[in-house]
Each structure stands twice: as structure tokens, then as C-alpha cells.
């Protein structure tokens, strides 16, 4: 299968259930609800060392946001249900209650699972919080040197779906760059998608284990790195001497489905060859998204 | 089963009708006979709803009802769902105790609606009432948990001993409003009598008016200007006679 000469491998993309909570921070304007969302999502680019996978899935109007203010919308994942309060806990205590003129609200409040994080980081309020009831749903007022914040008492955890991804084999890494940047701006804001690497891309995609150090859990993927092509069992085709990968979390399969699609497609450019994906044999992770199928969908009939 | 009950006055009230039994979460399980058949007491002695009511629908949580109900007290005492509306004016203790469900009176209220009664600790404890008109004196007095608003003026006593919940007053507010509140929010935004037990804390945007005014506005059509829900407040800190956790939002202007 080919789209504008490039080829999509016959492959598939092997993604984990994962947890996930929407968190809406409004502010004064754009600019602070920005801020407040970019540092929360800061060093969160895989649970190998970050505990958690977030990103912005997309900013909000005013008349998106409960308080009427411009809002942004985050998505947080982690392995397991148990972690994920505590990582919340940490960050929005951390860089959303410590943020100037934001405000905290809760993206997914139709889920039955609900998380205690807003309980929890009243407690900063040294008694002197004071909760509010509005619309059926508790809302706690922590007073700070600036005025008031203002968090949801609970918020609410589903299912995941985190690790979909796709790579770009490329002639060269420019040319690697320029797709992947061409995919990002084609899958952001995809609703219940997002990108957690550094401007949504990752130029370390890994292997499980290590072929030397006992201890290491994911290195570096060596099929795919086009220095070593020559001293390993490389999966490059000749002609290929840069690869990127995108990584997407999301909240369901369509979601990831949907702009993967997209990404893919505008990838397909000059100076990409393949566009294949990581997985492992299709046993560890219960989400498989083979390209052919995904981007056979997109075609016209 | 019908979309709603409505109850219509037969003919003017001229006494006192203890209407303590008209309480909409209990009216799912009610046929029409049923319902006429509550009792009530009208001038002192014994009758039935529907010897002033005529009865339309059966089996709703959701009770509309007609006419002048000055002389009604207790409307909705005790109820812990369902919706109340009255088309009209409703006497004193509308609401009185309740736990949840929504009270909307269109017209004024009497006294001690959201209240407690007599001798109780704690007046409502959850749901809430929206009044457009004025209310009566000692509105949400002992109110536990909830949420009253009134588009008009309020009388004395406004949130008298309030242990928490929210009144939101658009008129302005008689003497004690707040006295002996322990904590709980009382925002106005006309003039408000405040006891000389609250102390002045700052001059601020609060973040969950915003969310409560907007909820307001869309919840019950409530006239909220966008000054007000992005406007500045003075926060008054009491009462510092009791737990001194309650607060009085007087509006500030934009």
C-alpha cells in the first residue's frame, strides 16, 4: 500500500489500557490557562520515567468552561487506576494551584469512578477551605496570597488507550522533521488524543529490555537507529537515514484511530519512504492499529 | 403518570392553610384522588387538598402550582427531591427543612423559607429555592447546606445563624443579615445591614461566584449581569461572634 509514494508497512501499532483523566484549567485569559497546562504536562512523556503520560488535548473557549473564562484541556494517563490520583494530587497541587488566576474543573464528570483530588489538596486550605455546592457538584475554595483557588472536589478516571504510535522512516532527518511536524499539526486537537513527547515527537522509540544491562526496562530501539544499521538486525530499508516516531494517548480507540489516520496522511510527503510502527508481536498489548487498515478506512470508495 | 401535577386554587385564601403535606417527592406514588385527598388545615380545622385545589395529573415529581398562596405555610417542608413551582406568592416556611430538590417561588416569600423549625437546630440541609420576588424576614435562617436565591429584596435576618449554604440576594438585605452565621456565604448585591460582627478582609474577583452566577443564569434564567458574574466583591468575614468561617460578597461594580 502506497500514498504519495511512500510506502505504509504491513504492520500495526501495540497500545496498553491505560487510565485516564480529563483535567479543564481556566484562567484570567489564554495566556495563564496555557502556562498552567503546559507546566502540568511537563516532563510527563512515558510512564518509563515519568509516572504518568499527559499533553494538552485542546485549548477551550470561554463558552466551553464552566466559569466562562479561556480554558485548556489535559489529558493524564497512568498504568493503573491506583496511581493515577496521586499523580494528579502532585501536579496540579503543584503547577495548577500554584499558577496565577487559574481555576481547576474536572473533563470527565459523567465517569463513575471518581477520584478525590480536589478533597485531597484542600487540606493546603490549613482549615481555613471552604467548599461550595453548585449544580449538584462540590467544588473547594482554598484560599492563596492572590485571592482564591478554585478545584473540583472529585474528578473522574476511564479506561485509556496509551503507547498508539506510528514511525517515520525518512531519507534523511530533516526530511523525518518535517513530516512528523507536518503529522503533529494534522493530529492536535484531535478530541481525546494526545501527543506526549516534546512537541509531539519522539526520536528515542525503544525496544523492551536490553541486549546488555539486566536492570534497564526499555532501550534504545536499535532495528531502527541508522547508525547502527550496519552491526545490527536493522529493519531499515536502504535509502532510510532518519526516523521519528509520533506517540498518541487518548481516551478510546477511535480517538487514536481518528488521528493516527490524519497524522499518517500528512506524513506521506517528500523524502519519507515507510511509514511502520512499533509493537511487540502483538503480546503484551491489547490494542492493535494496523496502518494498512487504518489509512485502507481513510480512501475514497 | 403525568409530566407534572398541578394544583389550582378553587377560590382565594382568607385563613391560614397548613400546607406542610404538599411535597413533590412524595407524589410519584399518588394518583390523582390520592393527592386530593392529603390533608391539610385550612382556618384551624381539617380539610383536604382537594377541597382548595383542583387536581390535574398524578404520579410526578415535578408540582405546579396556581394562585395567591400567601396564607400557605410549609409548602415543600421536608422534601428531598422533585420541583416546586408556585405561580404565585407562598407564605412563610416554604422549603422549611428541606433536604434537596428545587423550591421556585414567582412571586414574593414569606418568612423563614429555607428555614428551620421552631426549636431545630439546622434549617434546610440541602436543594434549592429560587425566589423572584422578595423574600420574607429570616430567609435560610439555620440553613445547614443549599442554595437560595432572591431576585428582589430580603427582609431582616436574612441567613440568620447560617452553618453553611449559599444566599444569593440581587435586592438588598435587611438588619442581622448574617448574625450568628458560622460559616456560609451571603452574596448581595444591593445594600446589605451587616452586624458589627463582621469584619472587612479584602476586595476580590471570587472564582466560584463566577461558576454560581453562571449556573444561575443558565439554570433558572436569573437576570445576571456579566459585571457581576467577573465583578469585584467586598468580603466580610463572620460573624465573629460565633465560628467567624461565614462571609458576606457585597458586589463591588465591575
Known amino acids: 500500500m502506497q500514498i504519495d509514494g511512500v510506502t505504509i508497512a504491513d504492520t500495526f501499532a501495540e497500545a496498553f489500557t491505560m487510565r485516564a483523566a480529563r483535567v479543564v484549567i481556566t484562567g484570567k485569559n489564554a495566556r495563564w490557562a496555557r502556562q498552567a497546562a503546559t507546566t502540568m504536562t511537563g516532563f510527563a512523556t512515558s510512564?518509563?520515567?515519568?509516572?504518568?503520560?499527559?499533553?494538552?488535548?485542546?485549548?477551550?473557549?470561554?463558552?466551553?468552561?464552566?466559569?466562562?473564562?479561556?480554558?485548556?484541556?489535559?489529558?493524564?494517563?497512568?498504568?493503573?487506576?491506583?496511581?493515577?490520583?496521586?499523580?494528579?494530587?502532585?501536579?496540579?497541587?503543584?503547577?495548577?494551584?500554584?499558577?496565577?488566576?487559574?481555576?481547576?474543573?474536572?473533563?470527565?464528570?459523567?465517569?463513575?469512578?471518581?477520584?478525590?483530588?480536589?478533597?485531597?489538596?484542600?487540606?493546603?486550605?490549613?482549615?481555613?477551605?471552604?467548599?461550595?455546592?453548585?449544580?449538584?457538584?462540590?467544588?473547594?475554595?482554598?484560599?492563596?496570597m492572590e485571592g482564591e483557588f478554585l478545584v473540583a472536589e472529585t474528578f473522574g478516571m476511564q479506561k485509556g488507550v496509551g503507547g498508539g504510535n506510528f514511525l517515520i522512516l525518512a531519507e534523511d532527518a530533516d526530511s523525518a522533521?518535517?513530516?512528523?511536524?507536518?503529522?503533529?499539526?494534522?493530529?492536535?486537537?484531535?478530541?481525546?488524543?494526545?501527543l506526549p513527547f516534546p512537541g509531539g515527537i519522539a526520536r528515542s522509540g525503544t525496544k523492551v529490555g536490553s541486549k546488555r544491562y539486566s536492570t534497564m526496562i526499555a532501550t534504545t530501539n536499535d532495528a531502527f537507529s541508522p547508525t547502527l544499521r550496519a552491526i545490527t538486525e536493522s529493519e531499515l530499508p536502504d535509502g532510510v537515514n532518519g526516523v521519528l516516531e509520533i506517540v498518541l494517548d487518548g481516551l478510546d480507540v477511535p480517538s487514536i484511530e481518528a488521528a493516527m489516520r490524519a497524522g499518517?496522511?500528512?506524513?506521506?510527503?517528500?523524502?519519507?519512504?515507510?511509514?511502520?510502527?512499533?509493537n511487540y508481536g502483538g503480546k503484551l498489548g491489547p490494542h492493535h492499529f494496523p496502518l494498512r487498515r487504518i489509512m485502507g478506512a481513510a480512501a475514497p470508495a | 403518570m403525568s409530566d407534572q401535577v398541578v394544583l389550582t386554587l378553587r377560590a382565594p385564601l382568607e385563613h391560614r392553610l397548613e400546607a406542610d403535606a404538599i411535597v413533590p417527592d412524595r407524589f410519584p406514588a399518588l394518583g390523582a384522588r390520592a393527592i386530593a385527598g392529603l390533608p391539610v388545615w385550612y382556618g384551624g380545622r381539617p380539610a383536604t387538598v382537594g377541597d382548595l385545589f383542583t387536581v390535574t395529573g398524578e404520579r410526578s415529581e415535578r408540582v405546579l402550582m396556581h394562585g395567591d398562596l400567601t396564607w400557605a405555610v410549609g409548602l415543600g417542608t421536608g422534601m428531598v427531591g422533585g420541583e416546586l413551582v408556585i405561580e404565585g406568592a407562598a407564605g412563610r416556611d416554604a422549603g422549611l427543612a428541606m433536604a434537596g430538590g428545587v423550591i421556585e417561588i414567582r412571586g414574593t416569600a414569606g418568612d423563614n423559607a429555607g428555614g428551620a423549625a421552631p426549636g431545630a437546630s439546622r434549617g434546610m440541609t440541602g436543594g434549592e429555592i429560587v425566589i423572584r420576588g422578595n423574600a420574607g424576614a429570616d430567609t435560610g435562617a439555620r440553613m445547614r447546606r443549599g442554595l437560595i436565591a432572591v431576585t428582589g429584596d430580603a427582609g431582616q435576618g436574612t441567613g440568620r445563624g447560617m452553618i453553611a449554604g449559599t444566599v444569593v440576594l440581587f435586592g438588598a438585605a435587611g438588619a442581622g443579615t448574617g448574625r450568628w452565621i458560622k460559616r456560609g456565604s451571603i452574596v448581595s448585591f444591593g445594600a446589605v445591614a451587616r452586624p458589627a460582627s463582621f469584619r472587612y478582609a479584602c476586595t476580590y474577583r471570587p472564582p466560584h461566584i463566577r461558576l454560581l452566577l453562571r449556573y444561575l443564569a443558565t439554570r433558572y434564567g436569573l437576570p445576571v449581569t456579566d459585571s457581576q458574574v467577573a465583578g469585584r466583591y467586598h468580603r466580610y468575614s463572620g460573624d465573629l461572634a460565633e465560628l467567624g468561617k461565614g462571609e458576606i460578597l457585597e458586589w463591588a461594580g465591575a
Open chain 1, 47 to 144: 510512564v518509563i520515567g515519568c509516572k504518568c503520560e499527559a499533553g494538552i488535548e485542546r485549548e477551550l473557549s470561554e463558552r466551553e468552561t464552566l466559569d466562562g473564562r479561556p480554558g485548556v484541556s489535559v489529558l493524564l494517563l497512568t498504568m493503573d487506576k491506583d496511581s493515577l490520583p496521586q499523580r494528579l494530587i502532585e501536579r496540579l497541587g503543584q503547577t495548577v494551584l500554584t499558577c496565577p488566576t487559574t481555576a481547576c474543573f474536572d473533563g470527565l464528570p459523567d465517569a463513575p469512578d471518581r477520584l478525590p483530588v480536589g478533597k485531597a489538596l484542600r487540606v493546603f486550605g490549613d482549615g481555613f477551605q471552604a467548599s461550595k455546592v453548585i449544580g449538584g457538584r462540590r467544588y473547594w475554595r482554598i484560599p492563596v
Open chain 1, 177 to 194: 522533521l518535517a513530516a512528523a511536524e507536518a503529522a503533529v499539526d494534522a493530529m492536535r486537537h484531535h478530541p481525546g488524543v494526545i
Open chain 1, 264 to 278: 499518517i496522511r500528512a506524513a506521506c510527503r517528500r523524502g519519507v519512504r515507510v511509514i511502520s510502527a512499533g
